[in-house]
C-alpha cells in the first residue's frame, strides 16, 4: 500500500477527524504512516522541528501517526490576511502575499513542490494518508488545482469522498459531486463514508442503497458523530463553540476577525473549573470574567480597529477597573501596548496605530518572521512551559523589565506594575499541564486535567469509534 486521499463534498464535513482517526487506525495495525495535505487555507499553524509552519489540523494527525510534525506534510498552507488576499507558504516557509485572482498564476510551480514533498513521504512510510481540501465539486475551480482532484490525478491516488448528513442533503451530496465531476476524476474515486450521523444508523439503510446505485460507487459505512471530536484541537475558527460547558470561574476570549493560532484555547476548554466563553462581535466581555485573553491575529491593526469597533476597548477598561486580569498572546500582546508601527506596510497600508496602552511597550513590524520551538520559564511561578513563536514584529518598553517568561535566561514578554496586564508571544503555553495550573490558580481555578494524556486517548477512541462502523481493513485495501 502507498496512499489513499479523503475528499468532501464540503469544507468542514469531517476531512480532517477521517484522516486523524485513520491513520491512529493504521498505526495501531503496525504500519508506518503519515498524513499528508497538499494545499491548506488556515491561520492556526503549527511550527515544526526545522522552523517551518503547517497547518495545525496536520500537526494533529502527525500525532496520530506518533510522529514529530514535518513542513512536507502540508506542502501549501494559505494564511488569509484580508478578504481577497493569503500568505502562500511553501514547504513550511513564505513565499509570497498575493490576492486569491493571482494565485491561479502560482499554482503550477506549486504543484511540483507538492509532489515533492509527497514522494519523500511516499519513500519513508508505509502509507500516507492525504486530506483534500474543500470539495472537488468546485469543478469552476478544477484547472490547475493541486488541492483534490489534480493532485490525485497527478499522483494517481485513489478517492473516498466524505459526505456529512448533519448538515443535511448528504445523498444530494454526493450524487451531486458525482455528476459535476469531469469522468477521469470520477474513475479515481473508489467510494464514499457518510459522517457524522445522529440517531439509529439503520434507518438510513434506504438512503445509502440509493447512493450506491445512483453512484456505482460502494459504500464504506455510515459514521455516526463522534462526541469526544471537542477534545481534538480544531484547526478551523468556525469550530470554535460559543461557550464551554465548564465550571464557575470564567475566561472571555476576543472572536478576532482574523484570529490566528488560537490552540492556545483547546487546554482551557477541557478544565472542569472553567467556562471558557468566547465573545463574539456585537457582545460585550462578560462583566463576571476572571481573565480576558486576546488572542493571535493574523492582521494585527485590522483587528486593533476591529477590536475597538465592537465596543470591547470600552469593556476591557472596565474590566480592568475591576481587577479583572488580561493576557494577550502574540497579536494580542502587542495590541496590548501603546502602538504598533508597520512603516514598511508588511501586513497592510504602511502607518502607526495607537494601541490600547494596557502595556508600556510599543511594537515595530518588521518582514523577518520568528519561526521557532521554545522552552521557556514562567516568571511569575517559576514552571516549566513548552510553547512556539509564529509572529513578525518586535516589542520592547519598560514593562518588559518585567518579562512574563525566559527563554535561556532572555525575558520574554511583558507584564504591568501591577502583574495583572501580561502579554507574550508564546503560543501553546497551556498544554503544559504543570504551567496551566500554576497559571490558573491565580484566579481561583483547581486544574485538574491532563491535557496531552487527554488527547492521545481521544485519538484513541476515535480510531476505534471508525474501527466500529467503517469497513477500514477495506479502506486501506485500496491504498496503491
Given at each position: 500500500m502507498t496512499a489513499l486521499m479523503i475528499q468532501g463534498t464540503g469544507s468542514n464535513v469531517g476531512k480532517s477527524l477521517l484522516v486523524a482517526g485513520l491513520c491512529r487506525a493504521a498505526r495501531r495495525r503496525g504500519l508506518s504512516v503519515a498524513p499528508f495535505k497538499p494545499q491548506n487555507m488556515s491561520n492556526n499553524a503549527a511550527v515544526t522541528a526545522d522552523g517551518g509552519e503547517i497547518g495545525r489540523a496536520q500537526a494533529l494527525q502527525a500525532l496520530a501517526c506518533g510522529l514529530d510534525p514535518q513542513c512536507d506534510m502540508n506542502p501549501v498552507l494559505l494564511k488569509p490576511e484580508t478578504d481577497t488576499g493569503a500568505q502562500v507558504i511553501v514547504q513550511g516557509k513564505r513565499l509570497t502575499t498575493v490576492r486569491a485572482r493571482d494565485y491561479l498564476a502560482l499554482k503550477p510551480q506549486l504543484l511540483a513542490a507538492v509532489l515533492e514533498s509527497f514522494q519523500r513521504l511516499k519513500a519513508r512510510h508505509d502509507l500516507v494518508v492525504v486530506e483534500g481540501a474543500g470539495s472537488p465539486a468546485e469543478v469552476n475551480l478544477r484547472r490547475g488545482d493541486i488541492a483534490n482532484m489534480g493532485f490525485a490525478r497527478a499522483a494517481d491516488v485513489p478517492v473516498i469522498l466524505a459526505g456529512d448528513i448533519d448538515r443535511g442533503g448528504v445523498i444530494a451530496q454526493i450524487v451531486g459531486t458525482r455528476a459535476v465531476l469531469d469522468p477521469a476524476d470520477e474513475a479515481l474515486v473508489a467510494g464514499f463514508i457518510v459522517n457524522k450521523f445522529r440517531g439509529d444508523p439503520s434507518l438510513f439503510d434506504e438512503g445509502y442503497r440509493l447512493i450506491e446505485a445512483r453512484t456505482g460507487w460502494p459504500g464504506f459505512g455510515v459514521l455516526p458523530h463522534f462526541p469526544d471530536a471537542a477534545k481534538l484541537p480544531a484547526e478551523d475558527a468556525l469550530d470554535l463553540g460559543r461557550e464551554s460547558s465548564g465550571g464557575p470561574v470564567r475566561i472571555a476570549c476576543l472572536a478576532l476577525s482574523r484570529i490566528a493560532n488560537f490552540d492556545d484555547l483547546d487546554p482551557l476548554a477541557q478544565e472542569p473549573g472553567v467556562t471558557l466563553t468566547m465573545v463574539r462581535p456585537g457582545e460585550p466581555i462578560p462583566g463576571d470574567a476572571a481573565l480576558v485573553i486576546l488572542p493571535g491575529s493574523k492582521s494585527t491593526r485590522g483587528d486593533l480597529a476591529f477590536l475597538r469597533a465592537q465596543g470591547w476597548d470600552i469593556d476591557l477598561a472596565a474590566h480592568v477597573r475591576r481587577g479583572g486580569h488580561v493576557l494577550g498572546i502574540c497579536g494580542g500582546y502587542q495590541m496590548l501596548g501603546r502602538r504598533i508601527a508597520d512603516p514598511e506596510g508588511i501586513e497592510g497600508e504602511a502607518g502607526v496605530t495607537e494601541g490600547l496602552g494596557f502595556l508600556d511597550v510599543e511594537t515595530v513590524m518588521t518582514p523577518k518572521k520568528t519561526l521557532t520551538r521554545v522552552d521557556a520559564i514562567h516568571a511569575a511561578s517559576g514552571s516549566a512551559l513548552r510553547g512556539y513563536e509564529i509572529h513578525i514584529g518586535c516589542s520592547d518598553g519598560p514593562d518588559r523589565a518585567r518579562p512574563f517568561a525566559r527563554v535561556g535566561g532572555v525575558p520574554e514578554g511583558a507584564v504591568s506594575p501591577d502583574g495583572r496586564i501580561e502579554g507574550s508571544y508564546l503560543h501553546?503555553?497551556?498544554?503544559?499541564?504543570?504551567?496551566?495550573?500554576?497559571?490558573?490558580?491565580?484566579?481561583?481555578?483547581?486544574?485538574?486535567?491532563?491535557?496531552?494524556?487527554?488527547?492521545?486517548?481521544?485519538?484513541?477512541?476515535?480510531?476505534?469509534?471508525?474501527?466500529?462502523?467503517?469497513?477500514?481493513?477495506?479502506?486501506?485495501?485500496l491504498a496503491r
Amino acid at each position: 500500500m502507498t496512499a489513499l486521499m479523503i475528499q468532501g463534498t464540503g469544507s468542514n464535513v469531517g476531512k480532517s477527524l477521517l484522516v486523524a482517526g485513520l491513520c491512529r487506525a493504521a498505526r495501531r495495525r503496525g504500519l508506518s504512516v503519515a498524513p499528508f495535505k497538499p494545499q491548506n487555507m488556515s491561520n492556526n499553524a503549527a511550527v515544526t522541528a526545522d522552523g517551518g509552519e503547517i497547518g495545525r489540523a496536520q500537526a494533529l494527525q502527525a500525532l496520530a501517526c506518533g510522529l514529530d510534525p514535518q513542513c512536507d506534510m502540508n506542502p501549501v498552507l494559505l494564511k488569509p490576511e484580508t478578504d481577497t488576499g493569503a500568505q502562500v507558504i511553501v514547504q513550511g516557509k513564505r513565499l509570497t502575499t498575493v490576492r486569491a485572482r493571482d494565485y491561479l498564476a502560482l499554482k503550477p510551480q506549486l504543484l511540483a513542490a507538492v509532489l515533492e514533498s509527497f514522494q519523500r513521504l511516499k519513500a519513508r512510510h508505509d502509507l500516507v494518508v492525504v486530506e483534500g481540501a474543500g470539495s472537488p465539486a468546485e469543478v469552476n475551480l478544477r484547472r490547475g488545482d493541486i488541492a483534490n482532484m489534480g493532485f490525485a490525478r497527478a499522483a494517481d491516488v485513489p478517492v473516498i469522498l466524505a459526505g456529512d448528513i448533519d448538515r443535511g442533503g448528504v445523498i444530494a451530496q454526493i450524487v451531486g459531486t458525482r455528476a459535476v465531476l469531469d469522468p477521469a476524476d470520477e474513475a479515481l474515486v473508489a467510494g464514499f463514508i457518510v459522517n457524522k450521523f445522529r440517531g439509529d444508523p439503520s434507518l438510513f439503510d434506504e438512503g445509502y442503497r440509493l447512493i450506491e446505485a445512483r453512484t456505482g460507487w460502494p459504500g464504506f459505512g455510515v459514521l455516526p458523530h463522534f462526541p469526544d471530536a471537542a477534545k481534538l484541537p480544531a484547526e478551523d475558527a468556525l469550530d470554535l463553540g460559543r461557550e464551554s460547558s465548564g465550571g464557575p470561574v470564567r475566561i472571555a476570549c476576543l472572536a478576532l476577525s482574523r484570529i490566528a493560532n488560537f490552540d492556545d484555547l483547546d487546554p482551557l476548554a477541557q478544565e472542569p473549573g472553567v467556562t471558557l466563553t468566547m465573545v463574539r462581535p456585537g457582545e460585550p466581555i462578560p462583566g463576571d470574567a476572571a481573565l480576558v485573553i486576546l488572542p493571535g491575529s493574523k492582521s494585527t491593526r485590522g483587528d486593533l480597529a476591529f477590536l475597538r469597533a465592537q465596543g470591547w476597548d470600552i469593556d476591557l477598561a472596565a474590566h480592568v477597573r475591576r481587577g479583572g486580569h488580561v493576557l494577550g498572546i502574540c497579536g494580542g500582546y502587542q495590541m496590548l501596548g501603546r502602538r504598533i508601527a508597520d512603516p514598511e506596510g508588511i501586513e497592510g497600508e504602511a502607518g502607526v496605530t495607537e494601541g490600547l496602552g494596557f502595556l508600556d511597550v510599543e511594537t515595530v513590524m518588521t518582514p523577518k518572521k520568528t519561526l521557532t520551538r521554545v522552552d521557556a520559564i514562567h516568571a511569575a511561578s517559576g514552571s516549566a512551559l513548552r510553547g512556539y513563536e509564529i509572529h513578525i514584529g518586535c516589542s520592547d518598553g519598560p514593562d518588559r523589565a518585567r518579562p512574563f517568561a525566559r527563554v535561556g535566561g532572555v525575558p520574554e514578554g511583558a507584564v504591568s506594575p501591577d502583574g495583572r496586564i501580561e502579554g507574550s508571544y508564546l503560543h501553546g503555553m497551556f498544554a503544559e499541564d504543570g504551567f496551566r495550573a500554576a497559571y490558573l490558580a491565580r484566579i481561583g481555578v483547581s486544574s485538574s486535567a491532563g491535557y496531552g494524556a487527554g488527547v492521545e486517548t481521544a485519538l484513541d477512541a476515535l480510531a476505534e469509534h471508525m474501527e466500529r462502523h467503517l469497513d477500514i481493513d477495506g479502506l486501506l485495501a485500496l491504498a496503491r
